[in-house]
C-alpha cells in the first residue's frame, strides 16, 4: 500500500507575523521566490502524494488561487516569449490533486486534522505543517513512509531540541527501539526544561492511520479551547505503538521571524544565482 494522501493544516492568523499577515495568510509568504505554503507540498509530491487537503480559513482564499491556473498570467508571459517562467506556473497547478476545507473556527491543530477524516476515507495518511521547512534527501515526509511500512505503525518526526526548544515543541518520553526509530511511551505539550521528558522534540511531520481520528475526538480542548494534537497522540498510544523517527537533514522554523530569516539566507545560498553575491552582501555585513 501507497501513502497517496497528505493534510496541511493552514487555517491559522499567524499572529508571529503581524502586520506582514493581517491582509495575507501566512503560508503565501515568499522564502525566496515561493511562498511558505508551497515547499511542503512539493516536498509532498516527491515523496509520491497525489492528493492534498489544505485546511483553510476565511481570508486565505488567496491559497486556493495560488494552486489554481491563471491564464491570463499564462497568456502574457507566453506573448512575452517568457517559456521557463510560463512552464514554472503551469507546474504549480499540476502539482497534486488539491482540495480545501474550512475550519470555521480556531480550535486547533488536531481539530484541523480531524476535518480531514472524510478525505483520507480510512488511509494511512500524512500530515506536513507548512511552518516547518525540510531540506532533506529523501524527502523527511519520504523518510517517515519508508519507517512506517517497517513499522506498520504511525511515526512522528523527531529532532533534538535545546532548553527553549522544550517550550515550542511537544516533548516525547522515548523508548529507544534502533538507531533513529524511538517508541513514544509518553508526549507533553511545551513543557518546559523543568517537566521535559527528553530532549526529543516533535517536528512538523507526521504519517497516522485513521485510528487517529477516533483518538482526537475523544480529546479534551485544552485551557486555550484548542484541540491539541499532541493530546490525541497521548491517547492513541494506550491503544497501539506509536512511533518517532529522528530524521536525516536540515529543519527550518520558519514559522518563527528568526527561523524565517536563516531559511531565506540559507536556501538562498543554495542557489548558483544567488550564491556568490549573497556571500560577498554577508561577509560585508560582519565586517561592519
Do not use: W
Not at 494534537?229 to 528568526?258: H, M, S
Not at 540559507?266 to 553575491?277: D, G, H, T, Y
Request: proline share 6%.
Amino acid at each position: 500500500m501507497r501513502i497517496k494522501k497528505a493534510i496541511i493544516p493552514a487555517a491559522g492568523f499567524g499572529t508571529r507575523f503581524l502586520p506582514a499577515t493581517k491582509s495575507q495568510p501566512k503560508e503565501m509568504l515568499p522564502i525566496i521566490d515561493k511562498p511558505l505554503i508551497q515547499y511542503g507540498v512539493e516536498e509532498a509530491v516527491s515523496a509520491g502524494i497525489e492528493s492534498i487537503a489544505i485546511i483553510t480559513s476565511r481570508g486565505k482564499s488567496s491559497l486556493e488561487d495560488y494552486f489554481d491556473r491563471n491564464p491570463e498570467l499564462e497568456r502574457f508571459l507566453e506573448e512575452k516569449g517568457k517559456t521557463e517562467l510560463l512552464k514554472e506556473i503551469e507546474c504549480i497547478s499540476s502539482l497534486a490533486e488539491m482540495c480545501y476545507i474550512r475550519q470555521q473556527k480556531p480550535l486547533g491543530l488536531g481539530h484541523a486534522i480531524l476535518l480531514g477524516e472524510s478525505f483520507v476515507n480510512n488511509e494511512p495518511f500524512s500530515v506536513l505543517l507548512p511552518d516547518d521547512i525540510f531540506d532533506c534527501d529523501p524527502p523527511c515526509i519520504k523518510q517517515l513512509m519508508d519507517a512506517f511500512f517497517e513499522l506498520e505503525s504511525p511515526v512522528i518526526a523527531l529532532g533534538r531540541v535545546d532548553e527553549e526548544g522544550t517550550k515550542k515543541y511537544g516533548i516525547i518520553k522515548p523508548k529507544k527501539i534502533k538507531e533513529k526509530i524511538f517508541q513514544i511511551e509518553d508526549v507533553i505539550e511545551k513543557p518546559g526544561p523543568e517537566e521535559a521528558l527528553s530532549d526529543l522534540g516533535i517536528f512538523g511531520r507526521y504519517i497516522f492511520t485513521p485510528e487517529i481520528f477516533d483518538a482526537i475526538k475523544r480529546t479534551a480542548p485544552d485551557h486555550r479551547g484548542e484541540v491539541q494534537i499532541t493530546d490525541a497522540i497521548r491517547l492513541l498510544i494506550k491503544n497501539r505503538p506509536v512511533y518517532g523517527y529522528v530524521f536525516e537533514g536540515k529543519r527550518y522554523d520558519a514559522g518563527d521571524k528568526l527561523g524565517f530569516i536563516e531559511a531565506t539566507i540559507e536556501l538562498a545560498l543554495k542557489r548558483e544565482q544567488f550564491k556568490e553575491k549573497l556571500e560577498e552582501i554577508l561577509k560585508k555585513l560582519i565586517q561592519h
